[in-house]
């Protein structure tokens, strides 16, 4: 598939300027996306993105047009199986993702901890507007006991087909924890 613009673009090697800057202010060591192992992911121009919210509490969803037009094949696709897939969360942007990380910080979490459940700036798969958080109806709190549902089943079984696969399996190599409701849009070219 053909790239989709960014705004900072962003070489595997060595970090944007502005993004080691953030790093640097957050207390995140430069080394992060070494002993990680976690690719880079630019910020998508917000201009291309469309709504396929709202989220359960009223918030726009934002996607990419192929993620979108994808995400809703995949929502139909399921209802049709008798199984509801709510949007809970699309693009987050490189200010926003700063700000989370901020807060838990402020409110006396430790860096390393935060890290295990929130990827630095620049390293989230939501920066690239294909990244989706699922629930379902009494699931829609993004934790682990989606992977007990239907829904999510439902989404292990067919989702690939649709262009979307899970990034954060069960002890996967990068130390995020285990998250059943994160979902890539990422087709085969
Ligand atoms: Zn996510």
Redesign the pocket.
């Known amino acids: 598939m053909a790239a989709e613009p960014t705004v900072d673009g962003g070489p595997a090697s060595g970090l944007p300027p502005r993004f080691a800057a953030l790093h640097r202010e957050l207390g995140i060591p430069s080394n992060y996306a070494v002993t990680r192992g976690l690719p880079f992911h630019g910020e998508v121009d917000e201009a291309t993105l469309v709504d396929v919210g709202p989220s359960p509490d009223g918030r726009p969803v934002r996607l990419v047009p192929s993620a979108a037009d994808a995400w809703h094949r995949l929502r139909q696709a399921a209802m049709n199986d008798g199984v509801e897939l709510v949007a809970v969360?699309g693009f987050r942007s490189v200010a926003r993702q700063t700000e989370i990380i901020r807060s838990k910080l402020q409110a006396g979490r430790a860096l390393p901890d935060i890290l295990t459940v929130i990827a630095a700036p620049g390293f989230?798969?939501?920066h690239t507007g294909r990244?989706?958080?699922i629930g379902t109806p009494g699931y829609l709190d993004?934790e682990e006991n989606f992977a007990e549902t239907d829904a999510f089943r439902w989404l292990q079984a067919r989702a690939g087909g649709f262009g979307f696969h899970l990034?954060y399996p069960r002890g996967n190599a990068w130390g995020i924890t285990y998250?059943p409701?994160?979902w890539l849009f990422c087709p085969p070219d």
Request: charged letters at 25%; hydrophobic letters at 35%.
């Open positions: 969360s989230s798969e939501h990244a989706i958080d993004l990034s998250e409701w994160h």
